[in-house]
């Protein structure tokens, strides 16, 4: 049975009603919730960033079934405001909390274009697609201001380096110009994320994400510039978006999409208390059978770890989304041509200057 942990106000700005404690920090102090009596003492919260000269930018990632191998991150923390994210957990590592601070506390990774170039000029370096916004999305509203993710795509471009994104920010269109010389050599595929076309619906789960029609609208003008586009219906969480697959879909390929896919919530780490928090909050008259449906995809628990079952659950919900997924790209017609990666063109260029900031 879910157990209610605040009855307190409901913040449609935000993701995250709290902050759960850092696991790693002893003795820290933080406010679980506002108590009825002190709503007039809270101010908004407004976002905060932190600008950090980071050690290494690229990492390699060795999970078997998030379809990358390295990975690229140009800020930690995303002020979009997912509630269910799983990269909330890696705020932990930085001394903030997984909750508001995740959404709120933006670390800018400022010197990422630096150490990107120092990566690629690697006597080691295998060229291999290196994707952005494998832990939050690159292109969050602090990258209108910084430009790195700009930057970072530069650099690949004149390296010849392939690069995978996948986003929920329409900021994406930005960088239609180097989209469209990258692919003239087969270096770019974008992925949209869309949860649904229900706009109620992402206004409480994406809080600052792009509207739905504003994500369809970025597989259309990618897809007219022949820039290779595909759709990420994830994650789909049961009894709040999983009757919404085929409309995902349907709109996603009707302007364009090539390639489709899907991932069932998992609520990892300090993720399951805030999505807790919130589904109660947010839908008090479904939480409990929307956290019974989640824990019957994870065997009795809101979180796999296991390769192999943690993106896609197991049990009869979870084999009834799969089939529909199947059967919906099949009548769609997605994933039937697969992506062709240029490696062949990598090149280095030691004495080639950054781009200036």
Known sequence: MINQISSA????????????????????????????????????????YIYDNSKTIVNKVTSPDVGM?????????????????YARNTHEYWGYSAGLDFESRIVVKKNAPQLLKKFLEQKNWTPSVISFSGNTDCYQPIERKMRITRKMLELCLEYRNPVGIITKNALVLRDLDIFKEMQKHQLIRVFVSITSMDENLRSVLEPRTASYRSRIKIIETLSKEEIPVGVMNAPIIPGLNDMHMHDVLRAAA?????????TLVRLNGAVGSIFKDWLLKAFPDRAEKVW?????????????????N?????????ELIKAQFQIYCKKYHFNETKMEWNTADFKRIRNAQLPLF
């Open 69 to 85: 191998l390295f990975s690229a991150n140009p800020y930690q923390g995303c002020e979009h405001g997912c509630t269910y994210c």
């Open 254 to 262: 009707t302007v364009g999409a090539k390639w489709a896919g899907y």
């Open 310 to 318: 943690r993106m896609v659950g197991e049990g009869k919900f979870a």
């Open 9 to 48: 106000r409901f913040d449609k700005g935000r993701g995250a009603q709290f902050n759960p404690p850092n696991r790693f920090l002893k003795g820290n102090y933080i406010q679980e919730q506002v108590e009825s009596v002190d709503d007039w003492e809270n101010e908004q919260l407004n976002t905060e």
């Open 292 to 308: 019974r449906q989640i824990s019957d995809c994870h065997g009795g628990q809101v979180n796999d770890s296991r390769f192999g």
